[in-house]
Every structure is written in C-alpha cells, then in structure tokens.
C-alpha cells in the first residue's frame, strides 16, 4: 500500500527571484507543507511524536529542478512514504504544474528519532512501530 498526500499551493512573490523563477530555499518551505499535509492525512503529526517523546529531525534533504516554477502558478506538490525498517521516515517529493501535469521538480528527505533529550534513537519507537502497523507497512 502506498501512502501518499497531495496539495495544490500558491507561488508567493515572496518566493520568487527578480526572474520571476521561485527561489531555490521556497522548495524547502513546499517539502515542509507537504510533510504536515502527509501528517494531517495519515495521523503522523509532529505534535503527535513530541506527545509521544520524541522529535524527528531532518538529516538529509535533496531537491532537483526540472522545469522552473513561476510566479502566479499554483502547482501541486505530491509527497510519498517509503518504507524502511531503520528508525527513520523517509519521504520522495514531486511538484507537478497542476494545469499539465508536467514534472518540474523531485525531492527526498530523511528524518530520525531523537528522545526529548536529544539523544538519538537507533530502534524504532513503539508509537511508529505501531503507526506502520495501522497501515500495514513492512520495514
């Protein structure tokens, strides 16, 4: 099964250089949106882990541009789980211009667990353990 979370954005001029291409740091932001949307969708909130004891830091983040994204477009950004059975969420991205569907942009991101005194934590914690089972998800 798939777990995978969409949402349609708007392109602030506030995110835009003085070409009108959206800044390189803005895609950081949309990875950001579409991570709470995954959370809001599928219950894995960051509130929900800090009420369970722990924060998931993000360790590595990459993004690659296809085609540039303009001001006044509202293109879709798709984020997809992938599972794996290290204590990690990791996540693959793709900003689609909703009008074309054309790809224009993909990403990946990796976060891990650290206890509330920011210690890493190399296995997985029982509320995760239990969050891949609610939605059958080997690894």
Partial sequence: MELKASKTFDIRFSEVDS???VW?????????????????KYHLEYTFMSDNGYYAPLVDMEFHYRRPLLYGMRPRIDIIYRPTEAAKIIFDYEIHDSETDE???TGHSVQVFMDMDYQLVWANPDFYVEWKRRYAIEG
Wanted: net charge negative; aromatic share 18%; charged share 25%.
């Fill in 24 to 40: 390189h740091g803005s895609y950081m932001l949309y990875f950001e949106d579409a991570r709470e949307e995954f959370g809001r």
């Fill in 103 to 105: 790809l224009m942009a």
């Fill in 19 to 21: 070409m009108n291409v």
